[in-house]
């Protein structure tokens, strides 16, 4: 059964970078019929998408985290990452890393097995 | 600011039905495939519904979805107390390239 695990910090100080890590069990990174990615959920707020990953190095981001959001991928821990830089109290949320249906087509996009979540408070 | 509406809340009586409607456009629900999340309190979201209508393994068929135009549709039939919960719809918007997410519609079985 596919199991997804955050971890990283809980505390990151302001203009600080975040970095995340999402480990995957009973399935893998490398599977050609899926993206990987990281969702947030800002307190009593709604989810956002922060981006998708392929492990071939195809990555697809929100417009509005681009310039800020690195995602990798490790296939020898069978890992992905997610760093998000400069960091502000805007960015505290539970964290949530995904499997991705949507490889063949944008059409179909969704998310079908999560991680249990991470909160992250920005704060100094 | 999401660009899927969904009603804050709604409630219904134990047995009874609920519908959560979903309003987008063109550029993500009249064009792309919607899907559901169910979140339990304190918990990650879970996948409901996927292409508008199918229902992964697992999910109780009182659990259905529907699309016309730009809006989608989530059913919930026989209402549980486990039901309580907050749902959210989701879409790729291939105007702004991003994947977006409904405002969420809490459910309450009164």
């Known amino acids: 059964q596919l199991q997804l695990q955050e971890s990283g910090p809980g505390l990151v100080k302001p203009s600080e970078t975040l970095s995340l890590t999402c480990t995957v069990s009973?399935?893998?990174?490398?599977?050609?019929?899926?993206?990987w990615g990281w969702i947030r959920q800002p307190p009593g707020k709604g989810l956002e998408w922060i981006g998708s990953?392929?492990?071939?190095?195809?990555?697809y981001y929100n417009p509005s985290l681009k310039s800020r959001v690195t995602r990798s991928v490790d296939t020898s821990k069978n890992q992905f990452s997610l760093q998000l830089s400069s960091v502000t109290a805007a960015d505290t949320a539970v964290y949530f890393c995904?499997?991705?249906?949507?490889?063949?087509?944008?059409?179909?996009?969704?998310?079908?097995?999560w991680g249990q979540g991470t909160l992250v408070t920005v704060s100094s | 600011q999401s660009v899927l509406t969904q009603p804050p809340s709604v409630s219904a009586a134990r047995g009874q039905t609920v519908t959560i409607s979903c309003s987008g456009s063109?550029?993500?629900?009249?064009?792309?495939?919607v899907s559901w999340y169910q979140q339990l309190p304190g918990t990650a979201p879970k996948l409901l519904i996927y292409?508008?209508?199918k229902r992964p393994s697992g999910i109780p068929d009182r659990f259905s979805g529907s699309q016309s135009g730009t809006s989608a549709t989530l059913g919930i039939t026989g209402l549980q107390t486990g039901d309580e919960a907050d749902y959210s719809c989701?879409?790729?918007?291939?105007?702004?390239?991003?994947?977006?997410f409904g405002t969420g519609t809490k459910v309450t079985v009164l």
């Open positions: 292409d508008n209508n």
């Open positions: 990953i392929y492990y071939g190095g195809s990555t």
């Open positions: 009973g399935g893998s990174v490398t599977s050609r019929s899926y993206y």
């Open positions: 989701g879409t790729w918007d291939s105007s702004l390239s991003t994947y977006v």
């Open positions: 063109s550029s993500n629900i009249g064009n792309n495939y």
């Open positions: 995904a499997r991705v249906e949507g490889v063949y087509s944008y059409s179909s996009y969704y998310f079908d097995h």
